[in-house]
Each structure stands twice: as structure tokens, then as C-alpha cells.
């Protein structure tokens, strides 16, 4: 079956550590999204690529750094610089650009204590 | 800029009643229109969503959205609520972004 995993589901880090977040896909989808979730804050936009070795800043890049090496790969790397780390982030995929539907991962909850 | 929004924060139904979750966008032009559901620590599933031609666009798990131009909404609605309907439910907007709404949580009563 067709879809995107994220490992792993829990992540727990100590603060003044970077964290890197998996996420593949087996869609053959061109485009890949990275979202943070809060509770009461719905989805927001970390950095999204739409080709491979292409990235672009979403509303709140700050803190957290991408790479698109393969079409299938989107790894998010949350840095010391983010100032408040714990939340559940999202990975996504879409056929092509912007105006298509995500499809989403399971999810990783990353604690930073 | 648009934007997009659901009204109520958090529903709560008894199961076997109708549903009715709003949503509302502001865009100058027609935009494409999606919901999806999320489960407690999961991932977002697409339900359904609308480009263009009929307004009444059925989805997945019984549920059906109707785009109403003069009311800029989409409004999704099930006839009859099952307690695992229980989730969080977004309403997402493209016109010249792709953005979703602050999401409802459904709550059904047995």
C-alpha cells in the first residue's frame, strides 16, 4: 500500500539538542510539506519542497532546517535555535504543486524537556 | 489575503442525530475546497473536496459537503453520527495558498 511513514511516533530529546524527524513516501508525489500542530492553533507550515534539492520557507521555518536529496525523503531537523519545540508535527505529500490535496503521515510527537 | 474559518470550536452530538460543521473562506475568486478528519494522534484524512462543477460533492465514511458561492462556505454534513465519527475536523481553502481552518472538534454522545 501506497503511502507516508514517519518514525518515530513518540521522539523525546533534552533541551540544546538537534532532533531530525523521518519521513518517506512510497506515492510518488513531487511535492512534501512539514507542519507543526498545537492544540488550538490547527496546522502551520514549516518548509515545503516541490522537486528534489528544492525548498521553500513556510510560515514558521525559523529553527528547523530541510533537505530534498531523494523524491522520496523529507527529513525535518528541529535545531537548539527553536525556542519551543514540543508539538506534533505533520509530514504531507501532494501529486504536484500547491493547489493539490495533502496527503498526511501518522504524525511524530517530539517532547524536549 | 484569504483566509478560512470554522466558527465553532468544539460540537457535541448525540450519535444517530444529523451534523452539520461549517466553513467559511474569504477569496475573491472560486477556491478549491477540502475537509479532512483527524483522529486523537493521528495523522489528517482527506474526506472530501471540490474544484469546480456540482456543489454537492459526497466523500468518504457517509459524509457530504455543499459549496455555496453567495455564502462563501462549504459546510459538511452527515445524516446520521456514529460514535467513531468522534474527531477533529478541518476545513482547508486554496486560492492563492493552500491554508486550513482552526479545526472543530466533534464530540458524540451514546
Known amino acids: 500500500d501506497g503511502g507516508i511513514t514517519q518514525s518515530p511516533k513518540y521522539l523525546f530529546r533534552k533541551e540544546g539538542q538537534n532532533v531530525t524527524l523521518s519521513c518517506e513516501q512510497n506515492l510518488n508525489h513531487d511535492a512534501m510539506y512539514w507542519y507543526r500542530q498545537d492544540p488550538g492553533q490547527g496546522l502551520r507550515l514549516i518548509y515545503y519542497s516541490q522537486i528534489v534539492n528544492d525548498f521553500q520557507k513556510g510560515d514558521i521555518a525559523e529553527g528547523y532546517s530541510v533537505s530534498r536529496e531523494k523524491k522520496e525523503s523529507f527529513p525535518l531537523t528541529v535545531t537548539s535555535a527553536q525556542k519551543n519545540p514540543t508539538a506534533f508535527y505533520l509530514c504531507?505529500?501532494?501529486?504536484?504543486?500547491?493547489?493539490?490535496?495533502?496527503?498526511f503521515g501518522p504524525g511524530t510527537r517530539l517532547t524536549v524537556t | 489575503a484569504q483566509s478560512v474559518t470554522q466558527p465553532d470550536i468544539h460540537i457535541t452530538v448525540s450519535e444517530g442525530a444529523s451534523l452539520e460543521l461549517r466553513c467559511n473562506y474569504s477569496?475573491?475568486?472560486?477556491?478549491?475546497l477540502f475537509w479532512y478528519v483527524q483522529s486523537p494522534g493521528q495523522g489528517l484524512q482527506l474526506l472530501l473536496k471540490y474544484f469546480s462543477g456540482d456543489t454537492l460533492v459526497q466523500g468518504i465514511k457517509g459524509f457530504e459537503a455543499e459549496f455555496k458561492r453567495s455564502q462563501s462556505s462549504f459546510n459538511l454534513r452527515k445524516p446520521s453520527v456514529h460514535w467513531s465519527d468522534a474527531a477533529e475536523y478541518f476545513c482547508a481553502v486554496y486560492g492563492q495558498n493552500f491554508v486550513f481552518g482552526p479545526g472543530t472538534r466533534l464530540s458524540v454522545l451514546p
Open positions: 477569496y475573491g475568486a472560486t477556491p478549491y
Open positions: 504531507a505529500s501532494s501529486i504536484g504543486g500547491n493547489s493539490y490535496e495533502r496527503y
